[in-house]
């Protein structure tokens, strides 16, 4: 049944908006071979499939963000994730991800009044010297109104849009649900990886949500920052500042899509370029914690050729062990060699069965020594990576979702550097700070550091050895070691039987109501109908019926056959 699939009645309105707009978008064929449209349509809810053939022939790329506009916040920044994600997506569909900007119409300041009376404890006009009704902008799940402090400070306060939390929260339930669905019933979408980015979007909106957590990034970039006095992130205001609404120091600069301004304020784009790659490659390279979302919009140029970072919904986070992963592969690209790039990428991306792993190790070979010999200064790391992800996509391999963000970010870097200076390259930024850190890996203090952990784990591991021996022997002498053994397709193997069984089942039980019935018939006494046994009909009607069943589950059956997965 589809509420059993899809969890609680209350999410059926929406996932009918969903699988309407779908449809209406040329996706028809993929919401009946999920079998939800005959359901939701059995259930009473009706679908529109008018002007689908329209729309149907538009490319597919530009017919899923045509949806995805129209579906709300939720999808939006699931667009904007996958835009990130070219290991999964051709150019194509990189291009028409990248559109999508949840730029809707403003809430009213006074459908907002009740929510900023609760959070700020007044009405704005009073907490604030002077708040302005109109916003400075507005997207799908917050708008922002600039104000000033009593003090004099210009500061602009961020409010979360009423209700936009109970959308998102049903959104990602259906989602989640729609993408085991989609594992199971389109095995042609299993490289997409569905719900692991199902996963990941659920953790980036959830964080966005919060705008006090975006605030706590902040503080935490701003003070890793600190000894760049180039780079500026507002201040926070925590006395204002909470998880439907936060307020920071307003940030009044060149605007990063604004560049022909840069001259007339007599601006050094060459070294605005070069403070800003430092401020990013620490960020990624030295912190492990960075913006992963740095284009221009969310960029700007001050006087003094400062750089003012703002928006910290979306963060990456790289743990010790990627960075250093991170390192080896960077050092890799820029020094041409070739099986340190190989050995990370396919760390990174597993051991996947079915892929020739020779092969994929050739190509990247071949990809690295085409720079040998190109001056250094010649090099497009941010193209460079992009080739990367574009042979890993090739093999149907998906890398790591903090590495997809990570290696957009370095892309979306690279490509305002030059936008800034066309003489920048990233590289000849890159490769001074890699090195540096390279050495201060290898400091003695260093080496002693990751040594006396590593022998803290050593002797933890040994001193549980004894206990760990002992128990498995103890229960080897009670007949209870099991071994787990993993076999590839085995459940749906598994499935087959058990509904190859429940057919032979109801067939045998058909056989007996018929020949049942029969005897029944030749029996004189009991209940009549139509001058007949009563039971006898009866049994012979359950028969027909459950025949009707039988034979319409083998069409089903023979029917996904002929079809096949990839149709």
């Given amino acids: 049944m589809l509420i059993e699939t899809l969890g609680a009645a209350r999410d059926l309105g929406r996932l009918n908006t969903i699988l309407g707009v779908l449809i209406r978008h040329g996706f028809g064929d993929t919401v009946r071979r999920l079998g939800l449209a005959d359901s939701l349509e059995r259930a009473g809810h009706a679908l529109r499939w008018d002007h689908a053939a329209e729309l149907a022939r538009l490319e597919p790329p530009v017919q899923v963000r045509l949806a995805i506009e129209e579906l709300g916040p939720t999808f939006v920044k699931l667009g904007q994730i996958l835009a990130g994600r070219a290991d999964l997506f051709g150019p194509e569909w990189i291009a028409e991800f990248e559109k999508l900007h949840s730029h ?66 049903a959104d990602l339930r259906l989602l989640g649900r729609l993408a085991v669905l989609a594992d199971a019933e389109l095995p042609h979408l299993r490289p997409y990886r569905l719900q692991q980015i199902v996963r990941e979007l659920s953790r980036s909106l959830r964080r966005e949500l919060d705008l006090a957590s975006e605030c706590r990034s902040a503080e935490r970039i701003a003070a890793n920052l600190a000894s760049l006095p180039w780079i500026v992130v507002p201040r926070v205001h925590w006395s204002l500042t909470h998880e439907r609404v936060n307020v920071q120091d307003f940030v ?56 003012a970072f703002i928006d910290f919904g979306m963060v990456g986070r790289l743990s010790e062990r990627r960075r ?15 099986q340190a790039v190989a050995d990370v990428l396919l760390d990174w991306t597993g051991d996947e069965h079915g892929i020739n792993l020779v092969l994929l190790e050739n190509e990247i070979e071949i990809f690295v ?40 970010a370095f892309i979306t870097l690279e490509g305002m550097g030059r936008g800034l200076d066309p003489g920048f390259h990233m590289t000849t930024e890159a490769l001074p700070m890699l090195q540096r850190v390279v050495r201060a890996r290898y400091r003695p203090r260093a080496v002693a550091a990751r040594g006396w952990k590593t022998l803290r784990r050593t002797l933890a591991v040994a001193e549980q050895l004894p206990h760990d021996i002992s128990r498995l022997l103890r229960n080897a002498r009670r007949g209870r070691v099991q071994v787990g053994i993993e076999l590839a397709h085995l459940k749906r193997v598994g499935d087959q039987i058990d509904r190859a069984a ?27 109908l139509f001058g007949l046994p009563a039971f006898g009909l009866l049994g012979f009607a359950s028969a027909f019926v ?13 029917r996904g056959r002929d079809v096949g997965p990839g149709a």
């Fill in 252 to 307: 009044g600069g060149v605007p990063g899509h604004a560049l022909a301004e840069l001259d007339a304020r007599g601006l050094n784009r060459s070294l605005l370029a070069q403070r800003g790659s430092q401020a990013v490659l620490k960020m990624i390279v030295e912190d492990g914690f960075f913006h992963a979302d740095p284009h221009p919009g969310n960029v700007f140029y001050l006087e003094g050729n400062r750089i």
């Fill in 502 to 528: 429940n057919r032979l089942t109801m067939a045998l039980v058909i056989a007996a109501l018929i020949i049942g019935s029969s005897i029944v018939m030749t029996v004189q006494g009991g209940p009549t």
């Fill in 104 to 169: 809707v119409p403003a809430v009213p300041l006074e459908t907002l009044r009740p929510q900023l009376r609760e959070d700020l404890g007044g009405e704005p006009e009073t907490v604030f010297a002077r708040f302005d009704a109109e916003p400075l902008a507005a997207a799908s799940i917050a708008q922002v109104h600039r104000a000033q402090l009593h003090d004099g400070t210009e500061v602009v306060v961020k409010i979360r849009r009423p209700g936009v939390g109970d959308i998102i929260e």
């Fill in 546 to 558: 459950g025949g009707l069943w039988l034979v319409r589950a083998i069409w089903r059956s023979s």
């Fill in 324 to 338: 250093e992963e991170l390192l080896n592969l960077l050092l890799g690209l820029v020094e041409r060699h070739a």
């Fill in 369 to 408: 020594d085409q720079y040998h010999g190109v001056p250094l200064a010649q090099l497009n790391l941010g193209q460079m990576l992009a080739d990367v992800t574009a042979l890993l996509r090739d093999h149907h391999l998906a890398l790591p979702s903090d590495m997809a963000l990570l290696i957009k």
